[in-house]
Nanobody, 115 residues
């Protein structure tokens, strides 16, 4: 089993920045993929950014150039640096991990972008 705990959400003005963290614990060996998804009210959950164990990344088109995903393997933690935030980035952000064929989700952290 893998447990994921997110932190770093909150309220920020448009143009501002936030950094989300996701700490993994439990059976963290062989986690080969971690990512961030988000779900806004009335919308489907969507991939925001992901990173593999070898550091390869991919991003949703809507966040390219604004968000950066990174990973500290020694701390079993993945980060999402979000810059130039827009109101449409408002959502619950979920951390995701894939270990072999098992999927794990965090409890989610709210990000609200509003003036």
């Amino acid at each position: 089993q893998v447990q994921l705990v997110e932190s770093g959400g909150g309220l920020v003005q448009p143009g501002g920045s936030l950094r989300l963290s996701c700490a993994a614990s439990g059976s963290t060996s062989s986690i080969n993929y971690m990512g961030w998804y988000r779900q806004a009210p009335g919308k489907q959950r969507e991939l925001v950014a992901a990173i593999t164990s070898d550091g390869s990344t991919n991003y949703a088109d809507s966040v390219k150039g604004r968000f950066t995903i990174s990973r500290d393997n020694a701390k079993n933690t993945v980060y999402l640096q979000m810059n130039s935030l827009k109101p449409e980035d408002t959502a619950v952000y979920y951390c995701y991990a894939l270990r072999v064929i098992s999927q794990y989700w965090g409890q989610g952290t709210q990000v609200t972008v509003s003036s």
